[in-house]
């Protein structure tokens, strides 16, 4: 594992086992007469720290790679024909930024960047020596020889567009805007990193409707259901991307609620004992890969876990297990057109016209107009929560027992299940979880205002939206350059 910078921060200490997380289905390699897909596999996975519960984000690209490396003295033996058949080998191999700020697209664009430097770096070593893939090689440890001069060159400007890049300043929330130039404009234009002030959706950076695209309306509405209750829920497939996305965004589906346990967008298969997560007391989210549980030899779940097979659309709940339904008319609004307001509905409908094609695909989270589906449907959420028989004036009902040092706020269940027009297991359950305990206590001094502004009628994207296009201009710009002295990403 080669990583940068090469000494830990003081605040984060990288673990030694990310490489699962990069992998979660371990090193594999092909040789190159198998056909494969030459489209690199993006996906999501998250680190949280145990005392502080930072989470990180780990941006992976994975793709298969040749390598050039040194015959071991046992091999130097082998005749022509078996060493052209060693060299034909292709090793999984992952490019990974991990950072605590949500920038998913941006860091996927930029690891893509990062690898076609690295290719047109290698293509130009190669034109000058007969290892084809020497600075691959370099780079990833496999090259045990001294390294060329040119080759080293090539490294070291790789090296410090790396260091460069994790250098650049941080936005300020609401007030300035990050203009990182990597290329020469004629090369590549800027990227733009920008957060949202408390005003506004905290940022989401991936398509928040894609559970609703590959299960459907009904039953993604379904095991968002399991998540609000605190079951506990797992989520698979064989696409890492989808998994990762759909944990991801059933997580943020809860807002204003908060997830109080165990959030996993992707188990490692090969991590040593992953399989006794699953038998946590506590509820939890987890994303798996389709081979999870042929590795881990697990011939069936434990009795409390919701399974959703995300390549099948199929739900696999417990037989004595009984997930309540979401309460009437509530559901139906949010799921039915409405002429006098944004919907569930409304946002699908509009969703479908990018076909089934891309499913699974980050390309969704930025296809046009998917910016403002996404808000729609967090408005959607948001006046669900706020509806006559769930959460319709909650505040009326809860009791302040201290402020300091921290408050601590009491919800009267018994008469705000009273004032509902219709009593629903569904909210009546909801009302005994972590996540609304959590959240009388934020209604005090909530750190996003955005809920109390959908509820006054203010729910347009340009109002109440995420991405910088809707408030870019507001903020102030600080640019930053890259220095780059031959990068030249012809091949």
């Not at 940068?4 to 371990?26: I, N, R, S």
């Not at 082998?78 to 605590?100: C, E, N, P, Y």
């Not at 399974?307 to 339904?325: A, C």
């Not at 934020?442 to 109440?464: I, M, W």
Request: net charge neutral.
């Amino acid at each position: 594992m080669q990583k940068y910078p090469t000494e830990d921060h003081k605040d984060f200490f990288l673990p030694t086992d990310v490489t699962l997380f990069c992998q979660p289905e371990g090193c594999t390699t092909i040789s190159h007469a198998r056909r494969i897909s030459r489209e690199a596999q993006f996906f999501v996975f998250m680190l949280t720290e145990k005392d502080s519960n930072r989470v990180r984000y780990g941006i992976c690209l994975n793709f298969y790679q040749s390598f050039d490396r040194k015959a071991p003295p046992g091999e130097q033996r082998l005749t022509l024909g078996q060493r052209a058949k060693r060299d034909h080998v292709k090793s999984l191999t992952s490019l990974v930024l991990i950072s605590h700020h949500p920038f998913i697209t941006i860091f996927h664009d930029l690891l893509v960047l990062l690898k076609k430097l690295i290719d047109a770096c290698n293509s130009r070593v190669a034109q000058t020596h007969s290892k084809r893939d020497l600075v691959w090689s370099v780079l990833t440890g496999h090259w045990k020889e001294s390294i060329p001069p040119d080759c080293m060159r090539e490294i070291k400007e790789l090296e410090t567009w790396i260091l460069m890049l994790l250098s650049s300043p941080v936005p300020v929330p609401g007030k300035t805007k990050v203009q990182l130039e990597v290329m020469p404009p004629e090369i590549c234009g800027m990227f733009e990193f920008a957060l949202p002030d408390h005003t506004r959706f905290s940022l989401v950076d991936f398509p928040m409707h894609l559970p609703f695209e590959l299960l459907g309306p009904d039953a993604a509405l379904k095991v968002l259901t399991a998540v609000m209750l605190e079951y506990k829920v797992v989520l698979q497939s064989r696409n890492y991307n989808a998994v990762s996305m759909c944990v991801l965004a059933f997580v943020a589906l809860l807002y204003p609620l908060e997830y109080m346990f165990p959030v996993i967008p992707l188990l490692p298969a090969y991590m040593p004992s992953a399989e006794q997560l699953l038998l946590a007391p506590t509820p939890f989210i987890i994303g798996l890969p389709a081979t999870f549980f042929e590795t881990r030899k697990m011939r069936e779940l434990p009795n409390d876990v919701v399974l959703v097979d995300l390549d099948t659309n199929v739900i696999q709940i417990p037989e004595d297990m009984s997930i309540p339904d979401m309460p009437e008319p509530d559901t139906g609004i949010l799921k039915a057109s409405s002429s006098q307001t944004k919907n569930l509905r409304d946002a699908l409908t509009r969703m479908s016209h990018y076909g089934t094609e891309r499913r699974g695909s980050v390309e969704v989270g930025i296809a046009p107009d998917a910016d403002e589906i996404d808000v729609a449907v967090r408005v959607a959420m948001v006046k669900f929560y706020n509806s006559a028989n769930v959460f319709g004036n909650f505040t009326e009902h809860t009791r302040t027992l201290r402020l300091y040092p921290r408050p601590v706020v009491s919800l009267q269940n018994e008469s705000f299940l009273r004032s509902r027009p219709t009593v629903s297991q569904f909210t009546s359950d909801l009302c005994r979880t972590q996540a609304v305990e959590y959240f009388a206590e934020c209604s005090l001094c909530p750190k996003n205002e955005t809920f109390v502004r959908v509820q006054s009628g203010v729910e347009s994207a340009s109002a109440v939206g995420d991405k910088i296009k809707w408030f870019g201009d507001q903020l102030m710009p600080v640019h930053f350059a890259i220095a780059f002295t031959k990068y030249r990403m012809e091949q």
